[in-house]
Structure formats: C-alpha cells, structure tokens
C-alpha cells in the first residue's frame, strides 16, 4: 500500500461512529479501502458507492491531497522560472490552490464523472505545458501547441475548450506529480467539471484559482458563444456542447475566469453580490468592509472615500492657514522672549563683574597718569613706547603715539556712537599737533611735549574716568554695552600691510589693472582709495585682500614686515561688498548675532558677544529698526542707508583688525554716510586697519578719511599720503582747487581729462604717476601705448578660429584658478579659534529654520499646490488592475518630482550670494549645506503625506499608505538632491528649465520598452524607473490567487522583479546621496571668493 493510504486511516479513526452508523462495519471499511485505492490509480468497478455521504468526504479528500502534491510539484518548478514575479512560492502558491476551506466542487466533479475525476486532472507534465506556453509569451492564450493527445492527426472532442478526456489504458496509474510524460487521454470525453478549466489543446482538467468564478458555460444562440466565456462550439460536431472554462491568463488577454467586480467568489463555483457597507474587487474571495466616514452601496468595487478625502483636505488646509497666519506672530513672541531673557542674563551675570574691572582698570590709569607725568618731569623714557612702535611699525611716531594713547581714553568714554565725532576731532588735532612738530624732529630723538600739554592730558583722563565711575554707579544695559569699548578689556591684533611695486594683469588678455602701485595701510587709521572709472580701485582691494581670481599678481605684500598670505589672517578681516548681501528674511538684529556667533572666537561667552552686537546697533544707529526686517524685493523692510549699515555691521561685528569696504558710502545721502563714517572712525580708534573704496565723496567725508591713495587709469599711483597734504602736494604741481569745488571730485575731473589744469601748470594729467614717482624716488618703467596698439592689432589679424580658441583657454583658465583658489589653504596666524562645524551647523540650523519660517506663505503655497495635483490626479486616474495602478504612478512621478524640484531649488539659487560671502569669510561649507538639507528633510516627510492624502484616496489602490508613503519619500528625497545639483551648477532660469524637463524625459525614457541592452541601460540611470518600479511592485504584491497570473505577465512585460522593492528604495536614495554629494563638491568649487 502507498504512502499515501497513511492519512486515510487516521481519517478513518476519526470518522469511525459515522461509519457504524450504515451496515456492517468490516464490509464498509473494505469497501472505503478498495474505493480510495481505485480513485486514487483512477481504477475503479463499481460507481454505486460514490453516492455514499459516507464515503464522498474521505474519497474528496483524498483527490485534494493528491492534486495538492501535484500542484506542489508545479509550484517548484513553477517558482525558479517565476522568480521575477513570486516573492514567496508556497505563500503565493497557498493563495491561489488552497481550498482545505471548501471541497464541494472535488466532490461534485467526483460524483458527476463517477469516480473518473483521478484519470481527468492534468499532471505537473500537462500543467508544465500550459504555463511554458504562457513564459513563451503566446499571442493566442488558451490556444497551445500540439502535443501527443491533440495534434493534426489526433484531435478527439476533449481538445476543444472546456472539454477534458479519460486515460485510455484504464489499467494504467496515473501519477499526477510526473512532470515529464504525459498520459494517452482520448477516451470518454465530457465537458469540464465546475472549478476547473479545460484549455484548448489539452485534454485534461487544472483547478481555478481562488478568486477566480469557473460554471459551466451555456450557449447563447444569438452570439453562438457559450457564455460566460467566449469560446464558440466545433463545427461539425452537432453533439458537442458548451463545457467549462478554458482557460486562465492575464486578465488583459481573457478576463472570464476573474470573479467580476462588486461581487466575491468564496469558491471558483460560487459567486456572491457584496453587501452594503462592504466592497469586494475583482477576483476577490471574501468582502472588505468599508472604512469609517466612507459609503459603500451594494455590490460595489471600491468605497466611495471622496467624504474621507474632503475632511482631509479641510484638516490639512486649517493647519497651513494656521501655520500661514501665525508664522510671524510666533517668531515676533519668541524673539521679544529670548531678547529680554539675553539682557536679564547680562545684567545679572555681567554687570557686577564689570564694574569691578572698570574701577580696578580706573584705578589703574589714574596710578600710569601720574607716573607718566613723574618720568616725564623726570626725562626718562617710558618702556612701553618701543613696544608700540613695533606693533604699528614705522611712520609718524609722534602721530602714531598719540592716537594709540588717546585710543583707550576715546574708547572708554565713548559710551554713544554719537561721541565719535568728539574722539574724530580729537584725533584730527593731534595729527595737526603731529604736523606741526614734524619739521621739529630730529631723527633718532623724540620731541617732549610742553608742560601744559602734560597736565592737560592727564587732568582730562582723569576726568573721564571719574565721570565713568559715576556713571556705573547706576550700571543699565547700555552701560554694561559702553565697558564693551573698554580697551583694557579686550584688545584686537593690530596689522600693518604694506605693498611695495604691486602689478595685476588679467591672464586673458594681458591688461593692466595695477602698476607699480607702493604704500602701506596702518591700524587706527582709515585709508581711502579714490579714482576715476577703470582706474583698478576695488581691483586693488582685491588684490590687498586676496580675492584677486583670474590675474597675474606680482610685487610684494607685507603684513607688518612680513611677507605671509593674506589668507593665514582670513578670521580676523572683515571685506564688505559693494552689493548690500544680507538675508532679507531676518531682522537686523538676527543678522548681526549670527555673524558675531559664528566668527567670534568660539570660548566667548554669549554675553560678551551681546556686548559686541549691542555696540555695533549703537555705534551705527540701528537701535530704532534692530527688531525689522531687512526686507528683499518683494517685501518692504529697512531703507537702503539701514540696509547699506548693516552690511557694513556684519563685518564690524567679528572685532576685526583689517577691514576693508567696497564704496559702502555709494548710493547714500550725506547724512547716511556721515553716520556710517563715525562708526568706522569709532572702529578706526580702536585699532582696525581700514581701507575702502570711496567713489566722489563729499568734503566732509573726505576730511575724515587719515590716509588717500588716488589712482590715475590704468592702475597708476597718482597720490599715496595724509588726505591733510594732498591740496598741498597738487599746488606743488600747479593743480589748485577752486573755491567751492570739492576737492576730491576736482581732483577726479583732472584725471579724467575732464577738467585742464592751470595755466601755471606744465603737467598734463598723463603726467601725474610719473610725478609721483619722481616725488617719491621710485624707479619703475612703465609700459607705452604703441605695444598695446601692437598687441590689438596683433589681436585683430587673428582668424575667427584662433579668437574663439583663445577665448575657450582664457576661461579654462579662469576655471582652473578659481578652482585653484577655492582649495587653497593657509596656516591660520589669527589665532582666533572659531566654532566647530558641528557648532556652526546648529546655528546655521537655527537660522534656516526661523527663514523658512517666515516663509510659510511660500511652504503653504507649495502644500496648496500638491493637494490640487493629488486630488486632480486622483479623480482622473483610476487604479487600474491590469497594470496594477502604472499609469497613475508614471504621472506621480512627473507631478511630484516636477514640483518638489522647482521648491528645493530655492533652497540654493537664493542663498548663492550670501553663502558666498559666509563662505570666503571663513564659515563653514559643510554645516551651511548640511543645515540646509535637514531642514528640507522636513518637507521630504511632509509633501509625501500632502500628496498622498488626496491621490490615495481618491485611487484606492490595494497597496496600502505606508507603501507608497515610503516610495515617495525616497522619490522626494531623490529630487531633492538632482535639484541641489542644478541649482548650484546652472544659472536660475536654466535650473528651473531642466527641472521641468527632467521629470518629463526621464519618465518617458524609463517607460519605453527595453528591446536592446542599451536601451535597459540608459532605463536603469534614470529614477523614475526605480520609482516606478517600486510603486508597481508595492502594489502587485496585493494581487494574488487568480491574479497571478496576471502579475507574472505585467511584471515579465515591464521587465520588474518583485524581489527588488527593497533595492529601488535604495538606489532612490543612493541617487538622492550622490546628488548631494555632487552638490556639495560644486558648491565648494564654483563659489566666488
């Protein structure tokens, strides 16, 4: 006996008080053993017994163990070759043929071909057959190729559709689970049982899939189709009827198997009508029932959620108008909190600890006072004054010492920006008393001040110092900020640069921009460069500062006597730009304190650097707008002379000790420059190297200005010196100034060759650099006109080729030294020890934060607008079964990619300005990209969600919300990245053009069908192929049983691998990665310095 008689006599024990129940129990059970050893060889005699109710459940299933083995064998080898399409086989494969629930078509089929069912079912060979023709990719399905039971000689009515035929040989055993041979089936042909169907070629019968509804088929006599089905009856064979089914395939080639929509099939012979408040889909086994808030009328195939999606979208439209009306008043409260919690914190831990300095550093200069004045009645020499020397290095010691000594006592008192006019005046004096004494000196001797001077002196100082003692006796805020320009306090690194036979020329074409320019710059002295249009005043600028890309710098570059990069002091020199680049989203206030966070040395305290951006609002007349708004284009906020101070503050602001300034005085009114000019000739006394580049100032600004350097066209030195003998160096050469003519804009005219000079006067204004040579005994050959006329000329016979050619290398080169530039790196001599980037990433963090913030108009707009596109999506675009949803998810892709890109894109092509500016300033790169890709990851989350919220309930795919929720995060993140790339390599109307563009090609490109290798190459680089690929697959995995087959031949068609969801999210964010990456490395290369 077989194996298989195993399980029968535990059936038999279990069932043995139904069997005493009929006759004789020893007859019975032989009968039952004899039965269920014919039906299961398809050997039987007698047909009788098969009515038995007794006997039919034991003998059913033991046909169901039988056929499950043999289904088993197919699943095997059904698996390897379906690997692309099966994720897990026996779970797959469970689903479609496991009906332990309900045999009633095994038994029905057992009674109605009297046990001959056994002979009629396909074995794994036949079964094999059928499938490879479906893996052959058969354009007729159904309709097989012939085999040895129906072929062109041999074709017996079991090969029409929906008939099936017994074994010839009744002797012969016929072993389901043989996937080699098939057996002879030509004998007693009959149409197919009730849950099976019989194909077209084949003479035996294969099990319907759960889900799938498979009756016997009726004529209809109009259309000659035996419907359901849509086969018709052989012709010539009036004896023939209608059979089963014939076939199961893909539901786009024959859908009649498929249990239809609005009704379920607990059985493949049963079909029952969805009751309300429930939905059934088609080739569904049982039906769902509806969600709250939604409707569900009888025998429908999906619930109506259009009332979920309603409050939904009411739900999240609350939230963004919330979020857009009350982003302002937020961040107003937060900041009025946190302002008045930094002053309490200063006041409390600060002011006590100040005062106690102030009166020991008083106490301190009254006891120097009066020993200066015993040494100095006394004649010795004090040691400190060399020291002094050293520091600032050569020039007008007398001049030099009394601005440094005057520095602590103007810096201390100055206790308002509106006292620097006094200290201005003060200084100004003591170059007049310098001036004076200079034809006094004698070299290697210095010249003692009178007595009178002495006492003067010291009785003001100590003055002053107890007029700051009395006023610290009621020490406020504003008082603890006038300590901060203590100089005893706190003291920055005083730097002399000087430049000696400085040459620039473009590496293009070989111009000028400066030559032979010689002069120095010293701390607590402001220098002006003046000049007619072209005559390299911010080239010089740059060239001093180390900014000067593209050009051939030659000469030497000093920073007090020695010769070391202007890059090593990088965190201690301020450069403000010509254009006003400062964020218009943030408040003055804001913008100041984030500099001052990020280059102050990093173990200040937070209270020292309120000090300093107290003194930089006070000392430029911020304090009425320091809480508004810089504004931009589109929203209004500080006037244009508030803006242009700013500017200037957020270099005034890191204490630095060389600061150079780009015409911050041009489009400003006199008053505006003159409150801008204090402020720096505040800075100027305490120590810092200025250097700017003023265009035409008025006589008063002028007269503020210590030092001018005045350039002639072509980068010529025309003056270097004390603005107090310029007009006496100029009437030396026979240029007078007319009464009421500024003197600047006269001496501008002359070099213009605007304005010809006097008749007393020889020189021409060509002249005037040769001049100044002569005056100051420099030796220098300049180069003549006629070799610039050669080289144009030269220029001018070149071929249009050559030109172009050499425009192409002009800016391969430019590239290359910008590049070059970007990656240099210089030992830091500042020593001034910055915050770390994990540091600055949290204030940079905190900064973008607060902006996008305010730009919540901006993010609900963009909330708005996927809302629309998923709700309009949703409503056109029904899922579709036969490609399980494709066709919405491709314009998904298109909708979301196109959309999330035109947003990140602002994250970079608004910022590039000032990430340029932070950047070259020292910031850190890293925690500014960084930042900024945190806070999008925000929106990375969210607009997933938005989107969803309408597409997917207005689809109702079987997929469910956490699937496509995390296909379209990694797809948003993807974008995200493509759009960093784009907006830091292009230009913002062409960023904004490819980001258009991009989604649409690259979707249609992934979307072709893949006929040759490299077709499925260029596929497999463009994402929305893995996008794609993925919401497909997150969607097939829910379609099983009779949808298998289905599933097999969409995925085989699109060329997916249902294995592959985890790697499509992957190499979506590998992309999105990479882009950042790529992003990055850009963003460091192509920065402007």
């Known amino acids: 006996m077989p194996h298989s008689h195993r399980p029968l006599n535990l059936k038999m024990s279990v069932n043995r008080r139904n069997w ?132 062109l000689t041999s074709w017996v009515s079991g090969c029409e559709p929906g008939w099936a035929c017994s074994v010839v040989d009744q002797t012969e055993q016929v072993d389901l689970q043989n996937s080699k041979e098939f057996p002879v089936r030509t004998r007693n042909c009959m149409p197919c049982c009730e849950g099976f169907f019989c194909p077209r070629g084949l003479t035996c019968m294969i099990p319907c899939p759960l889900g799938a509804h498979c009756p016997l088929a009726t004529l209809n006599k109009k259309t000659s189709l035996c419907e359901p089905y849509t086969y018709q009856l052989p012709p010539g064979r009036p004896n023939h009827t209608c059979g089963g089914a014939n076939v199961w395939a893909d539901i786009r080639s024959s859908s009649e198997v498929f249990c239809s929509a609005g009704s379920y099939c607990p059985t493949s012979t049963q079909k029952v009508p969805c009751d309300s408040g429930h939905y059934c889909r088609m080739g569904s086994t049982s039906e769902k029932p509806c969600f709250k808030l939604t409707s569900c009328n009888p025998n429908t195939a999906n619930q109506n959620m259009h009332a979920f999606g309603v409050m939904v979208i009411a739900a999240v439209s609350t939230i963004l108008l919330l979020i857009y009306n009350c982003s302002d008043q937020i961040l107003t409260t937060r900041e009025r909190r946190q302002a008045k919690s930094r002053e309490a914190a200063v006041k409390k831990a600060k002011a006590h600890q100040r005062w106690k300095a102030a009166r020991s550093a008083a106490k301190r200069h009254v006891s120097e006072i009066r020993a200066q004045i015993t040494r100095t009645f006394s004649g010795k020499k004090t040691s400190n004054d060399g020291d002094t020397h050293k520091m600032l290095g050569p020039g007008n010691s007398s001049e030099v010492s009394l601005s440094i000594n005057s520095s602590p006592a103007s810096s201390s008192a100055a206790h308002s920006s509106y006292d620097v006019e006094d200290d201005a005046a003060a200084a100004r004096s003591n170059e007049r008393a310098s001036v004076e004494t200079e034809g006094k000196r004698v070299k290697g001797h210095k010249v003692k001040k009178s007595q009178s001077q002495i006492f003067k002196y010291a009785y003001e100082r100590i003055e002053k110092e107890r007029a700051m003692e009395q006023e610290n006796r009621e020490l406020t805020f504003s008082g603890i900020v006038n300590m901060a320009t203590y100089s005893e306090m706190r003291k920055r690194p005083l730097m002399e640069l000087s430049f000696k ?201 002028f007269r503020t200005f210590n030092d001018l350097v005045l350039l002639a066209k072509g980068g010529l030195t025309v003056y270097h010196g004390s603005v107090n003998q310029v007009e006496k160096y100029f009437s030396g050469l026979g240029i007078n100034v007319p009464e009421r003519i500024n003197p600047p804009d006269y001496y501008i005219d002359v070099l213009e060759g605007i304005v010809v000079s006097n008749s007393n006067s020889d020189v021409g204004y060509k002249e005037l650099p040769q001049r100044w040579m002569i005056h100051n005994n420099i030796a220098a050959e300049l180069e003549t006109n006629p070799d610039v006329e050669n080289n144009s000329n030269d220029n001018a016979e070149q071929t249009f080729v050559r030109e172009l050619w050499g425009d192409v290398k002009s800016n391969l080169r430019l590239r290359r030294d910008k590049i070059r530039h970007n990656f240099l790196k210089s030992r830091d001599l500042s020593y001034r020890r910055t915050p770390s980037m994990w540091l600055q990433y949290k204030y940079f963090l905190g900064r973008i934060a607060k902006q996008r913030m305010r730009e919540a108009k901006l993010q609900a707009t963009d909330y708005l607008i996927l809302l629309l596109a998923g709700a309009c999506l949703g409503s056109l675009i029904k899922a579709s079964d036969e490609s399980f949803g494709a066709p919405g998810y491709t314009y998904t892709i298109i909708a979301v990619s196109l959309l999330c890109k035109i947003a990140a894109l602002r994250s970079f092509s608004l910022d590039k300005l000032h990430y340029w500016r932070e950047s070259a300033s020292g910031m850190s790169s890293l925690a500014c990209f960084l930042a900024k890709d945190t806070i999008d990851c925000f929106n990375t989350l969210v607009k997933p969600l938005v989107y969803l919220s309408m597409f997917y309930f207005f689809t109702n795919p079987r997929s469910t919300f956490f699937d496509n929720y995390i296909v379209l995060v990694c797809l948003v993140y993807c974008v995200t990245g493509i759009a960093y790339a784009l907006a830091i390599f292009l230009q913002p109307g062409s960023a904004q053009l490819f980001s258009v563009l ?36 997150g969607n097939a995995e829910r379609y099983y049983g009779v949808w298998m087959i289905t599933r097999c031949g969409s995925l085989m068609k699109s060329g997916y691998d249902i294995n592959k969801w985890n790697l499509c999210i992957m190499i979506l964010i590998l992309i999105g990665v990479v882009t950042r990456n790529i992003a990055y490395v850009g963003m460091i290369i192509l920065q402007k310095k």
């Not at 014919?38 to 009788?48: A, P, S, W």
């Open 20 to 151: 005493l129940k009929h006759g004789s129990n020893l007859r019975l059970v032989v009968l039952v053993l004899c039965l269920v050893c014919d039906v299961g060889y398809g050997q039987f005699e007698d047909t009788n017994e098969f009515e038995d109710p007794a006997v039919l459940p034991l003998v059913t299933q033991m046909v169901y163990r039988r056929l499950s083995n043999s289904t088993a064998a197919l699943n095997r080898e059904f698996g390897t070759r379906a690997k692309f399409c099966v994720k897990d086989p026996d779970a797959d494969w469970n689903r479609a043929f496991n009906f332990s629930t309900n045999l009633n078509f095994l038994s029905s089929c057992i009674q109605k071909t009297k046990g001959d069912m056994g002979r009629r079912i396909c074995t794994a060979a036949e079964m094999k057959f059928y499938f490879n023709d479906f893996f052959n990719k058969s354009s007729n399905p159904g309709y097989l190729q012939p085999n040895e039971n129906c072929n």
């Open 501 to 701: 036979d400085l040459n620039l020329t473009l590496k293009s074409n070989g111009k000028h921009l400066l030559r032979c320019v010689t002069g120095s710059m010293k701390p607590g002295r402001i220098t002006a460069v003046m000049g007619p249009s072209g005559a390299g005043k911010t080239s010089l600028l740059s060239a001093l500062a180390g900014k000067a890309v593209g050009c051939k710098l030659s000469g030497l570059i000093l920073i007090n006597g020695k010769q070391l990069s202007i890059h090593s002091y990088k965190k201690i020199i301020g450069f403000v730009p010509q254009d006003d680049i400062v964020h218009g989203n943030l408040t003055v206030e804001e913008n100041l304190w984030f500099h001052a966070k990020c280059r102050l040395p990093a173990g200040q305290s937070k209270a020292d650097k309120v000090l300093v951006v107290e003194r930089i609002i006070d000392s430029l007349g911020l304090q009425a707008v320091r809480s508004c708004l810089v504004g931009t284009v589109e929203k209004r906020g500080i006037s244009g002379g508030q803006r242009k101070r700013v500017n200037v503050g957020l270099e005034m602001v890191i204490e630095p000790s060389i600061l150079f300034l780009d015409e911050p005085t041009s489009g400003l009114d006199s008053a505006s420059s003159q409150l801008l000019l204090k402020a720096l000739r505040h800075e100027a006394l305490e120590g810092v190297n200025i250097c700017m580049v003023v265009h035409q100032p008025s006589y008063t600004l």
């Open 998 to 1033: 991009l989604p649409v090609v690259l979707t249609l490109v992934a979307t072709q069908p893949k006929n040759s290798e490299a077709m499925k190459i260029i596929a497999d680089l463009c994402y929305p192929k893995w996008a794609l690929e993925a919401f497909v697959i």
